[in-house]
């Protein structure tokens, strides 16, 4: 090898397996169909994983692929940042051999990420902006104490039904969690304290997640006012169902509504596209996947069972393919029809206008 020559790769790709863990990486490079070497970066570092590149393969071409997860984007962003070319891939979309899912390691991941990159075999996912993210963080925070409240309210539900304490239609308010009922909690005795301080510290946590949900929905509020969004937010309202809520949600979610060169594939990024499964002339299509943006695809189909109620174009297709089918699919259909059509006002800066 002559050391001595500062262009001696140049020109040639370098494909790099990333296994990213939360203490290490496990690293495969491939140059052509040659496997170079395998490597464990400990602590994890895209500088050190560069450093190893430029002195191994000076003036190469690199090709870094690592798969979507914990670690989010901050790789790929100091990666490309030093002109290397990286692709973060879902983990579902890597082709895997039943021989390969039963020799399952790291390392044997990493080269396998290094290979399928190599021949091509791999799609990169949408990288968002980097604010995108972090509004997307706000908005995804939301959704977590949304979750926690519930679990908590349903903790409470368990308490009263474990100890008998029914109050009487009281007790059916626990759909609404009106604040009649809430306090009416508060008064429950028990027959010691640690049970009644039980159902104390329940209530202050389910006020705590209350007000801290007021705040983060105020911040919400506060930045579909802003520029980047306000005039999105009232294009996407003027959708029967859409409130500013879920406008926020779709716009951060998607991004630039553009980057969808036809319906299908917003709607396979939605998730609201069938299970087939094909053999020989046999096709066999099962309820929708469960791939997709799980906001999205939640956002979409509450926002169309209020769509049909308001929509008479909509409701009359919805009543239609209820004749052949149970109503809880053809709101799915519904669904990828209002995105259509969100998708076109969104791409025409209009505002969505209800048949008469």
Not at 46 to 64: A, M, P, Q, S, T
């Amino acid at each position: 090898m002559r050391k001595d020559n500062k262009n001696y790769f140049s020109e040639i790709d370098i494909y790099v397996g990333l296994d990213v863990h939360k203490n290490n990486w496990d690293v495969s490079i491939y140059v052509g169909n040659i496997h170079f070497k395998s490597i464990s970066i400990s602590p994890p570092s895209c500088k050190i994983l560069v450093d190893v590149l430029e002195k191994n393969f000076i003036g190469g071409r690199y090709h870094v692929v690592y798969e979507a997860g914990f670690s989010g984007f901050w790789i790929y962003d100091e990666l490309t940042e030093k002109g290397i070319d990286c692709v973060v891939v879902s983990p579902a979309d890597i082709p895997m051999s039943n021989k390969n899912k039963n020799f399952k390691t790291d390392r044997n991941d990493s080269k396998q990420l290094a290979q399928k990159l190599r021949s091509g075999l791999l799609e990169g996912i949408h990288i968002p902006e980097k604010v995108q993210r972090e509004h997307r963080a706000l908005l995804r925070l939301r959704n977590k104490y949304v979750k926690d409240r519930t679990r908590i309210k349903n903790y409470i539900k368990s308490n009263l039904m474990f100890f008998g304490k029914v109050i009487g239609k009281d007790y059916e308010d626990t759909k609404s969690w009106s604040k009649r009922f809430i306090e009416s909690l508060s008064g429950i005795e028990y027959l010691s304290k640690e049970g009644k301080g039980v159902i104390t510290e329940l209530l202050k946590m389910l006020c705590i997640y209350d007000e801290t949900l007021k705040d983060v929905e105020k911040r919400i509020k506060q930045l579909s006012l802003t520029q980047q969004y306000n005039q999105d937010v009232e294009i996407l309202c003027s959708v029967p169902g859409i409130s500013t809520l879920s406008a926020m949600v779709m716009l951060i979610e998607i991004g630039d509504f553009n980057r969808f060169t036809d319906t299908n594939k917003l709607k396979s990024y939605v998730g609201l596209i069938p299970q087939e499964h094909s053999s020989g002339e046999k096709e066999i299509k099962t309820g929708i996947t469960k791939r997709g943006n799980k906001f999205l695809k939640k956002i979409i189909i509450e926002v169309s069972w209020v769509a049909i109620r308001k929509d008479k174009t909509l409701l009359s297709t919805y009543t239609r393919l209820t004749k052949r089918m149970k109503g809880s699919k053809a709101i799915i259909i519904i669904a990828g029809i209002l995105l259509n059509r969100i998708r076109s006002i969104m791409r025409k800066r209009e505002q969505y206008k209800i048949a008469a």
